[in-house]
């Protein structure tokens, strides 16, 4: 069945550190990747989104995600963390011809001053 | 950037009764959605709608389960009646274009909490 796993539930990692959120699906072909974030009490915003092409796309806020085929994830990065970034992270997946999104679980990002 | 507004944000239900869940989209957008979100899981697809009609549901999305968008107002689900596993968080959201190679950005609400008694 078609999937979106995002492993860690709870990152917490110190301000100005580096960050990687872990994001894999299981599709029979390659998806559309998103990665949201979602603050509290708002609704969700997208942070980048991956069609085709470069593997490698940025995103607001200094994010970027890195999609590998071979490895069938789509991780989210960012060289150096602010208190502003801890929310709440979604990967999600679309195939293409239909409007479906699908959603990990979501990450839970705390930074620590 | 575009916002997705959703009311009330939350709301308590006796079961059995009805609830109306109002989501206001994007001015210009065509294409609506709901998801549900119960503690601790993952958002789920729930349904898609255009041009008054629904082109997309799950198998979440109960024959208790209806939306519509009178006359360009509020994109609204409507359960009726309410059961105790409808408690959940739904999200709306709304989009200009369909899927596909050109997938639109979908645009969210803040969402709703819904809690049935």
């Known amino acids: 069945a078609q999937s979106v796993t995002q492993p860690d539930a709870r990152v917490t990692v110190s301000e100005g550190a580096s960050l990687q959120l872990r994001c894999k699906y299981s599709y029979s072909a390659t998806p559309y990747l998103f990665w949201y974030v979602q603050y509290p009490r708002q609704g969700l915003q997208l942070l980048l989104k991956y069609y085709s092409g470069d593997p490698v796309v940025q995103g607001v806020n200094g994010f970027e995600a890195e999609f590998s085929k071979s490895n069938s994830s789509f991780h989210l990065r960012k060289a150096s963390v602010h208190w502003s970034d801890s929310a709440v992270y979604f990967c999600?997946?679309?195939?293409?011809?239909?409007?479906?999104?699908?959603f990990g679980t979501g990450t839970r990002l705390q930074v620590s001053p | 950037g575009p916002k997705v507004l959703q009311i009330p944000s939350h709301q308590i239900i006796d079961m059995g009764q009805m609830v109306t869940l109002n989501c206001d989209p994007v001015s210009n957008h065509l294409y609506f959605y709901w998801y549900k979100q119960i503690l601790g899981q993952q958002m789920e697809f729930l349904v898609n709608?255009?041009?008054?009609?629904?082109?997309?549901k799950s198998k979440l999305f109960k024959d208790q389960f209806s939306v519509e968008r009178p006359d360009g107002s509020y994109f609204t689900l409507k359960i009726q009646p309410t059961a105790l596993e409808d408690s959940a968080v739904y999200f709306c959201?709304?989009?200009?274009?369909?899927?596909?190679?050109?997938?639109?950005?979908?645009?969210f609400g803040p969402g709703t909490r819904l809690l049935v008694l």
């Open positions: 999600a997946v679309s195939m293409p011809n239909t409007d479906k999104v699908v």
């Open positions: 959201a709304s989009s200009l274009g369909l899927g596909g190679r050109y997938q639109d950005t979908q645009y």
């Open positions: 709608f255009y041009n008054g009609k629904v082109m997309e």
